[in-house]
């Protein structure tokens, strides 16, 4: 138990769904991230939101919509996605987004199928 | 652009010691996180290395050096539950960025 929380913990959609991932960190971090972790490949930054402000969008397609509404909660959006943004989506958070050994905590992910 | 190298996956006994590298080429740095990432689950903060030397937290020690772009992670009486993925992540720019390894899948057998 890391103190972040996802839900739901698995999702099926369709290309044409819309769907919304939700994470919530009862840690009083600052900063919180979604992260996309595909098999065989490394974690990859999506967004990293820091006091309910996005502070970088890594080139993220417009499908994936992130919205910050307090700085505990975090959720992403997702539109007409494709069967290749199958995944497990992590979220995480840190005290801030910058400073020296700002540890990331993670949650346990969603494992997201897009048929 | 940011690289980070470490093996796929390796085999240890139960009992011995394991040592998992990682190397990097990177934009900046600003220290080097190892995770582990259980099937399944959330990955767990192991260690934290800026300074160049070893860390050492129980059976788990880190070491780094940043003149040559390396680091290891070295687990001692390794135990079965310490089966797992390990993930080198490395914190880059003035931002919190990390950027990770593929991580390391370690099978522990008896």
């Known amino acids: 138990e890391t103190g972040v929380t996802q839900t739901p913990r698995h999702l099926v959609m369709g290309m044409t769904n819309k769907k919304s991932l939700k994470c919530e960190q009862h840690l009083g971090h600052n900063a919180m991230y979604w992260y996309k972790q595909s098999a065989k490949k490394p974690l990859e930054l999506m967004f990293v939101?820091?006091?309910?402000?996005?502070?970088e969008n890594n080139s993220v397609p417009s499908r994936f919509s992130p919205e910050c509404p307090n700085s505990s909660h975090l959720f992403l959006h997702l539109h007409t996605l494709q069967p290749e943004d199958s995944a497990l989506y992590l979220c995480?958070?840190?005290?801030?987004?910058?400073?020296?050994?700002?540890?990331?905590?993670f949650g346990p992910g969603t494992r997201l199928t897009v048929l | 652009g940011q690289n980070i190298d470490q093996p796929t996956e390796m085999t240890a006994t139960e009992g011995a010691i394991v040592q998992i590298n990682c190397t990097y080429q990177?934009?900046?740095?600003?220290?080097l996180f190892w995770y582990q990432q259980h099937a399944g689950e959330a990955p767990t903060f192991l260690s934290y290395n800026v300074l160049d030397g070893l860390e050492e937290k129980g059976r788990f020690s880190s070491f780094l050096s940043r003149s040559k772009g390396y680091s290891y992670l070295l687990l001692k009486e390794l135990q079965m539950k310490d089966s797992a993925s390990y993930l080198c992540?490395?914190?880059?720019?003035?931002?919190?960025?990390?950027?990770f390894g593929t991580g390391t899948q370690l099978k522990v057998e008896l």
């Open positions: 992540a490395v914190y880059t720019g003035g931002g919190n960025k990390l950027t």
């Open positions: 995480a958070s840190s005290q801030d987004h910058r400073g020296l050994h700002n540890e990331q905590f």
């Open positions: 939101y820091s006091l309910e402000e996005r502070v």
């Open positions: 990177t934009s900046g740095f600003n220290g």
